[in-house]
Nanobody
Framework: QVQLVESGGGLVQPGGSLRLSCAAS????????TGWYRQTPGKQRESVAV???????KYSDSVKGRFTISGDNAKNMVYLQMNNLNREDTAVYYC?????????????WGQGTQVTVSS
């Protein structure tokens, strides 16, 4: 059973930065793509960034140029560096893993970590 655990969320002021981490059990990041998703109450979960085992990345238009996804297969970790945060980035952020590059839903989800951008 694959387990994903997110960490690094919290409260940050507008314009600030946070780095989220996703830890996986096993060497699963070398097999599947990993994505960061976010969800706010009453809205569908949306993809924010995706990285393949080979390091190919893509981002949603709303975060392009501000967020960076990266991975360390040796440590079974994937990160999301979030800069220049604004209130619209407030959400629960989830790590998801699977055949997701083309937009299919992940096979596995983490439990989520809250990010709140507020002054």
């Amino acid at each position: 059973q694959v387990q994903l655990v997110e960490s690094g969320g919290g409260l940050v002021q507008p314009g600030g930065s946070l780095r989220l981490s996703c830890a996986a059990s096993g060497t699963i990041f070398s097999i599947y793509a990993t994505g960061w998703y976010r969800q706010t109450p009453g809205k569908q979960r949306e993809s924010v960034a995706v990285i393949t085992p080979g390091g190919r990345t893509k981002y949603s238009d709303s975060v392009k140029g501000r967020f960076t996804i990266s991975g360390d297969n040796a440590k079974n970790m994937v990160y999301l560096q979030m800069n220049n945060l604004n209130r619209e980035d407030t959400a629960v952020y989830y790590c998801g893993l699977g055949s997701i590059w083309a937009g299919d839903p992940p096979h596995y989800w983490g439990q989520g970590t809250q990010v709140t951008v507020s002054s």
